[in-house]
């Protein structure tokens, strides 16, 4: 079992009330959501320390990028 520690969190009471509607377990659901944010905002950095070694992104990479991720997950990225 990974270490945990408890902590307090407060949220809107209609935020809660629709989590649990999702869910029993509002931890793991949390700690769910906080991983992908973690992960967005690390991605994000490295994505940014990439493009001052290098350079922008050009169109066609970002166009290749937005299929290659569409095509990943099934079609449903990159309709932004």
Known sequence: MAD?????????SDQVAE????????SG????AVARQLRHQLLGADLQRYQE???EFTEEELTQASSTISKASGGS???A
Do not use: C, F, Q, S
């Open 4 to 12: 945990t520690t408890r902590i307090t969190v407060t949220l809107p």
């Open 19 to 26: 989590l649990k509607k999702l869910t029993d377990n509002v």
């Open 29 to 32: 659901y949390v700690a769910d």
């Open 53 to 55: 070694e290098h350079g």
């Open 77 to 79: 990225a990159g309709a």
